[in-house]
């Protein structure tokens, strides 16, 4: 094993804090006000072919795609700038509908049960084709990349041993002594404790939510066994730096999760569409793991310096 609480990328963080996690930490790692100032100034206007706000959710891996989406704008002869930390998807989908964003990075499954609670449909391919009838008038996705970042029901080895757990039918054998690691939302999610308990009959001992959406704080909470599961997602590099084991999922609890861009769609030109699907093409799951290992390794990139480099190895600014 290496370090045992090595700085991993915060994800996905969708919650608030636990009581005694400290609110503070979360307004530091937020950014402050979720619709803060882009980080250049950006000419007003709505109209196709303007200048283009490339939104960001509250955790780095958001952060790093919306400045490779800026950064293939900018090459494409666009204007685009960013507008990060705007807050979990709640926040931002709004901030696209309102015209305060014109773009974000999304993933697919979790964008289509935000829009349909009831939404049956778990594969890619079936997500992808649900989602353009789903969303409300104004809002488009434009297409997935085959990168996918996806929740994952993740225990310590030693746990997995102990208990013999391989899937997350295993787990739901010893839910009821199992205290789980995760954003506050997934107490109420689709996806979350309902999707657990209709699903897998998986009815846990509790939450203890963490806003770093399985980040520094979750994992040293799973490590000290202060919770014995933690919802990590797959492209955390902690995962493998600690050896921890991903809970096998056959009953598709969590759907497929591609990345792909959520649009203002009168703000779409041709262009920028060509710009951001050739992004799309490119970017692999293995890019997003090396990218979130830049952003949270040794080498403590910004967002901007990780995607900046991503963009000049694919060839993409000279």
Not at 117 to 126: I, Q, R
Not at 218 to 233: G, P
Not at 239 to 262: M, R, T
């Amino acid at each position: 094993m290496k370090n045992p609480v090595p700085m991993t990328l915060t994800r996905r963080g969708l919650g608030g804090l636990a009581a005694g996690v400290g609110v503070a930490l979360a307004l530091s790692a937020c950014g402050g006000s979720p619709l803060a100032t882009p980080s250049t100034a950006a000419p007003s206007g709505s109209a196709a072919g303007g200048s283009l706000v490339v939104g960001s959710a509250d955790f780095p891996e958001s952060q790093v795609i919306a400045e490779i989406y800026v950064g293939a704008l900018n090459a494409a002869g666009l204007t685009a700038t960013s507008k990060p930390n705007i807050g979990s998807r709640e926040i931002y989908f709004k901030a696209v509908q309102d015209g305060s964003v014109d773009l974000v990075p999304d993933y697919s499954g979790n964008l289509l049960s935000y829009v349909d609670t009831e939404a049956t449909e778990v594969s890619a391919e079936d997500v992808y084709k649900a989602l353009p009838g789903k969303l409300p008038e104004g809002l488009a996705v434009l297409e997935p990349a085959k990168a996918e970042s996806k929740d994952a029901m993740v225990v310590t080895k030693a746990t997995a041993e102990k208990y013999q757990l391989k899937s997350i039918e295993d787990l739901a054998k010893v839910c009821k002594d199992f205290t789980m690691a995760a954003p506050a939302t997934f107490e109420t999610r689709a996806y979350g404790f309902p999707g657990l308990k209709a699903n897998y009959g998986c009815e846990l001992k509790g939450l203890q939510p963490f806003n770093d959406g399985g980040g520094n704080l979750t994992l040293q909470a799973l490590l000290e066994d202060k919770v014995q599961v933690a919802d990590i997602y797959t492209t955390t590099p902690s995962i493998a730096d600690n050896d921890l084991v991903v809970l096998e999922d056959p009953k598709n609890n969590f759907k497929a999760q591609q990345v792909l861009p959520l649009v203002k769609e009168a703000k779409m030109t041709d262009q920028a569409k060509e710009a951001l699907n050739n992004v799309s093409k490119i970017l692999t799951t293995d890019d997003l793991i090396n990218l979130n290992r830049a952003v949270s390794g040794d080498q403590k990139q910004s967002p901007k310096d990780a995607a900046a480099a991503w963009l000049k190895d694919k060839g993409i600014v000279k």
